[in-house]
Structures are given as C-alpha cells and as structure tokens.
C-alpha cells in the first residue's frame, strides 16, 4: 500500500540521517582528541584537578540547557493554555544546541528547532513566534549583559591586555545589530513582508518555490499570526521579566563555567566577577567567527584573555576542559536528541484528512486547529 511504502521510505530516511549524525558527532570528537594531543593533555591534567569543581562545571552547564528548557516551556505553555510538557521543550533545547554547534554561525539551530517543534504539533505561527521571541531575548539579554560588563571592567581588562577593547567592541556592535535586526522582524510587519517576499522571490528564481503565489499567501497568514503571538506577549509583563530572568541566569551559569574550572586546578582566590566578565568577552569575541563552534576564535581568545588567570603550566588543560565541557558536551548529549520525531500531530493530520469524506469534517479541524499536542 502507498501509506505502508511511505512510511518505509520515512524510517529508512530517519535511519540514515542517524547514521550521518552519528558518524559527524563521532568525527568531531576524535579530531578534539587527536588534534593538538588533545587527549593526552587532558589525561594529564585529571590527577591534579579537584572532581568536587569539575561536577560544579558540569552542573553549570546542565543548568543553561535547563534554563534555555524553561524558556521555550515557558513561552508554548502561555500559548497554548498549558498544553506543552517540559521534555518536549528539553528536546528542542538540544536540537539546537546540537545543530548551533555544527553548523557556521549556528545557522541552522533555530530552523532544526523549527522542524522539531512542529514535528511536535505546534503551528508554524507559534513555533516561529517563540523562537524570534526566545533568540531576541537571549541577543538582548547579552549585548545588555556585554554592554554593563565593557562598562564596569574596561581598566581592568584595558591594563592588562594590549588592544582587547577593540575585538570586544567589535563583538559588542555584532550583538547589537543581530538585536536591532530582530527587532524590526519582530514588530515591524512592512520591513518582514518586505524580506519575506524577497527570499520568497529568491527561491523561485532557483526553482526551490514552485507556486510563488500560493507560498507568499500561506507565509503571509503565518506572518499575521506571528504578529499576533507578539502582540499577545507584550501585554504580558510578568511573562517578559520571567523570560528575561531565565536568560540572565542562563548566560550567568555558562560564564562561571572558567570559574568552576579555576577552581578545579585548586587556585586561591574567587575572583568570580571578573571571570564572568572574561568569559563574557570571549562570547562577544567569538560570536562573530564564521566557523562551527567559532573554532579558533574560542580557543584563541580564551588563551588570551584567561592567562591573567591560570598559571602558564595549565591554561591549556584549563582552555581543553571549558571547551569539553561547554561546546562538545552540546554535540555529544545533543546528538541524542537530533533525530528527527515521528511526527504524530501529523499522523493525527492525516487520519483527520482521511475521515473528511464523513459527516462534520469541520470538527475534525477544528480540533487540530490549536497545533498544540497535549502531554
């Protein structure tokens, strides 16, 4: 039967693109290991390290995906009147931490948590809206962050390291126009259509759009109802000072990972504050790297600006364990959840189409209207 070859064709697409993302996440994990002798460093530096710090480090990390969690759980569950469980909304995390760490920039984050969000039977309204909504936040909530940081630390990182105030400023500005462009796909409807029609227009030029008509006016009801998801957030106060909160504490625990690993290595001192800010710096430097994991940049300016830090003897063990822990800890945790869902509010689209030649379709509509699945 055609449905039972379809859905043979889809198992097997799903296994291959596992076995893809199983054979890159491997690839990856040993080129760290082999590059650079990484391995045998970070074997070395396992004895002399404090585990108590280390789990802290650990702890740290798990805390920005949990967070980042709360964010989208907390925004589809205001949407869609509680209908949306806190496991889907881990998953999407990971998705994106996944694919924000293979891909140059992290282009394709937020489209593969796109996919896994209406994989999971939110609308594409929905799914859209809370993603600009989530990623404006977190680019705001760090160029405000980066910003008070440039502010109060400018002497301190100024007087120690020669010409770091221009990548950071360079790095700050980044931030700031990611912001001001989200901004104006947010809340201004003519600057959107205006950029809708034309990547509208630019895939049908390349044959990827073959009904232009028919997409720009399905795009435009999606844009109308992300426009209304907006509307209906901004009346929300409570709603965005809780999102806001979520993300200062989210950047908050992935900056004191340093700190946890300064510690590790048994260090005197806390000087948390400034490692904070170090750590903030190295965000803002890195952010603008177009490569995955901004590799090299990360490396490089964490070398850079945490040698006021650790002692000559570690500073490499100390830059191999940040990044294993914040940047290939997301690859390989996220590689278990990269794999696409079966989409059920699709399966349930499907029975709903093939039930239409009874009595009152329109009910059967009307129920999956909402998009949401419940949990």
Known sequence: MPSERLVAENTKRRKIFQAALFSLTLGMLVYFC????????LI???PNISFFWMLCAAASVFLNWMMDSLIIHTLIFHTSGGRYGFGSAFRVTMVGQYFNSITPYALAGQPMQFLALTGQGISTGVAVSTLVKKFLTYQTSLTVYSLLVILVKYQFFQSRIQGFMALAFVGFLYQAAVVVALVLFSYSPGFTTKLIRGAVWVLTRVHLVKKPQETREKVKGQLEFFLENNRALQ???????????????QLTALFLVPFFIYK????????????ISAQS?????????????????????FLVIFQMFFAPGIIQQAMLLWRLLAYYSCIVVGAFFAVPERRRAGMKAARAADAAEQPAPEAGQAANSGGIKHE
Request: charge should be positive; avoid cysteine; glycine fraction near 16%.
């Open 235 to 249: 009346g929300k106060r409570s709603l965005g000072v809780k999102i806001y909160g979520f993300t200062v504490i």
């Open 264 to 275: 590790a290595f048994h260090n005197p001192g806390a000087p948390v504050i400034d490692m």
């Open 44 to 46: 070395q530096s396992l």
């Open 34 to 41: 082999v590059s650079g002798n990484n391995l045998a460093v």
């Open 281 to 301: 710096f190295v965000t803002m430097i890195s952010g603008y790297t177009p490569l995955p994991g901004a590799a090299g940049a990360a490396e490089g300016s």
